[in-house]
């Protein structure tokens, strides 16, 4: 318990406003510099305007109280807002990768679009040392926000003959990839993602995965096709990576899966949005 003296003015009035208007101008500030995504979802930043506006309000408020003095103020508790808060500013915000995740607590096994778990939890992703993990379908799983219906193939277009799956559709094509599959067999199609490999996964398999964020940082995970390359073992995981290939409907554990027969696969700059979302 800290105790402060002060006959000019109310020190705990004081704490109050400086740490409402230190969050909202935190808040206002990765807003205005587009580091906002990476802690939520692009639908998510309205409710933050929101917040700015809510915390400001609440402040101005206080003012009156600052000028009223107060002999003893108990501004201990107020460390607790003020250590994140400073934190906040010194910690810079960077984008996550796979060694960033605990992705032991993914389940790869999803049915994309129903949000039905179709294996159980001995199913979930083993994460190592050196960042790999089990896969136990050929594409990683989309999320229980995901729709069951058709609105994506009316939202998609090829580009001539070619899937090009970019940050604005990349989970759109993904779940019309799993619902539509047949009606793709032998289409081209061009993704950019990082190198994903999983400890299942044959030695010319890997994924070029996105990490997806639903909400926030703390749901991502990473989302992809399965794709075959012969040269899969040259690749370093978690490196950038254009693929251009063909689509291949196989029967994979059972079920009927598409997937990327690969005929190049070069290196790519890393996207300006590091995450893709699931609407």
Do not use: H
Request: hydrophobic share 45%; glycine share 6%.
């Amino acid at each position: 318990m800290l105790i402060v003296r002060s006959n000019k003015i109310n020190i705990e009035a004081l704490f109050k406003l400086v740490i409402l208007l230190g969050f909202a101008f935190f808040f206002s500030m990765i807003i205005a510099t587009g580091k906002a995504l990476l802690y939520v979802n692009p639908r998510i930043i309205p409710y933050v305007k929101f917040g700015i506006a809510a915390l400001v309000v609440i402040a101005l408020f206080y003012i009156p109280d600052v000028l009223k003095p107060q002999r003893k103020a108990n501004i201990g508790i107020y460390l607790f807002f003020l250590i994140p808060l400073v934190s906040a500013f010194v910690i810079q915000a960077k984008p996550l990768d796979t060694k960033s995740i605990a992705l032991g607590d993914v389940n790869l096994s999803q049915q994309a679009g129903t949000g039905k778990n179709v294996n159980n939890a001995s199913n979930a992703a083993a994460a190592g040392t050196d960042s790999t993990w089990q896969a136990q379908d050929t594409s990683i799983p989309l999320t229980q926000e995901q729709p069951d219906d058709d609105a994506y193939s009316s939202q998609l277009k090829l580009d001539g003959d070619t899937i090009v799956m970019d940050d604005n559709n990349f989970v759109k094509w993904l779940q019309e990839l799993y619902d539509n599959k047949q009606k793709y067999q032998g289409k081209k199609i061009q993704v950019i993602g990082f190198v994903l490999k999983g400890k299942e996964l044959s030695k010319n398999e890997f994924y070029p995965a996105r990490l997806m964020m639903a909400c926030c940082t703390a749901d991502l995970q990473p989302v992809g096709l399965l794709c075959r390359y012969k040269n899969a073992p040259e690749l370093k995981q978690d490196s950038w990576v254009k693929v251009e290939g063909t689509i291949k409907i196989i029967d994979y554990k059972g079920e009927q899966t598409a997937i990327i027969i690969a005929d190049n696969v070069s290196n790519a700059q890393k996207p300006e949005y590091d995450y893709v979302y699931p609407y």
